[in-house]
């Protein structure tokens, strides 16, 4: 058994940017750490070709006893089984803490062992409380209210008695441990398995964390995201508009994900892609016109200024 490990849940419909987040595993995969992708059976074949020394495909009917054919909370039954095969992983035996990556992330530095853990058995805890997203408006309305309600959930259940909130969006390090803890003594008194914590509440990662609050199964060492995520499409925005580049965020943060719930129309948004090309994807043709014409105008503006 490894005692670290990246986890990838991915399927067909996200082999294109399974293809470029393990490019970018690969290239900045320093420590020779491995890569579980877990695809499911009919996806195995195409996944099978991104396999490498470092990275091993896994058909998802290995964990097939706890995956669901119904929606839950109206999430279709593809979404729920990866959330259940990130709680469920550590029961195959192959890493005793694993991080678990997104398949539209991209690796920017060059990451080691000692990113993920504090100590030799013990990984990172990325507990953060997110108010900057709880200030924008639309993101507030639309995603942090019934989020926050959904989280609180899983508190109470837990029974953690805390006023922050803190847990995280995603990119956490799993240890089993902390994973056969909630199983042994929060799941299986109630007779649950993972579908069912996910009907109570479908945020797999504040499971984890809220259960790790509450029984301290191992230390908490908390870190703040590996991950620079861009939640929306104004979050993007901004960091492309202030010049903001790859290199400035790599100072702070080993990936980053244009997040493809909301970008996927767009395609795969390379992060490195330069600012024209990136605000492109943003706007129409009849946008891209207008500020063409605009700075057009601005410049003209300048140079008569300037002769005067």
């Known amino acids: 058994m490894r005692t670290l490990a990246l986890l990838l849940k991915s399927y067909g419909e996200d082999f294109g940017y399974a293809v470029r987040m393990l490019d970018s595993f690969n290239r900045f995969n320093v420590d020779a750490l491995h890569l579980y992708c877990v695809v499911p059976p ?8 991104l396999a490498t020394e470092h990275v091993s495909v896994i058909d998802e009917s290995a964990l097939g006893g706890y995956l669901t054919d119904h929606e839950v909370h109206g999430i279709r039954p593809g979404y729920i089984n990866q959330e259940i095969i990130k709680l469920a992983f550590w029961e195959l035996g192959l890493a005793e803490n694993y991080f678990c990556v997104d398949s539209d992330a991209e690796f920017i ?31 507030y309305r639309e995603h942090w209210q019934p989020r926050e309600q959904a989280i609180r959930r899983i508190q109470d259940l837990v029974g953690l008695d805390d006023p922050a909130m803190r847990t995280c969006h995603g990119h956490q390090v799993f240890s089993g441990a902390v994973l056969r803890s909630f199983k042994e003594e929060f ?15 479908p945020y797999e990662f504040s499971w984890y964390n809220m259960w790790l609050q509450k029984a301290r199964t191992i230390e908490i060492h908390p870190r703040e995201p590996f991950v620079k995520v861009f939640h929306h499409e104004g979050h993007h925005l901004e960091y492309i508009l202030r ?21 996927r129309g767009m395609g795969v948004i390379d992060a490195h892609a330069s600012k024209a090309e990136s605000v492109s994807r943003y706007l129409s043709y009849g946008e891209v016109w207008q500020v063409i014409r605009s700075k057009g105008r601005d410049t003209v503006r300048r140079r008569l200024g300037r002769s005067t």
């Open 109 to 139: 530095r060059p990451f080691r062992r000692s990113d993920f853990m504090a100590d030799d058995h013990t990984p990172f805890t990325v507990l953060v409380e997110d108010h900057e997203l709880k200030v924008e408006p639309r993101y």
């Open 243 to 263: 010049g903001v580049t790859t290199d400035d965020i790599a100072r702070g943060y080993l990936a980053v994900v244009v997040n493809s719930n909301y970008s």
């Open 42 to 49: 009919a996806d195995v074949e195409q996944f099978s070709a």
């Open 187 to 201: 799941l299986a008194p109630r007779g649950w398995a993972y579908v069912d914590a996910l009907e109570a509440s």
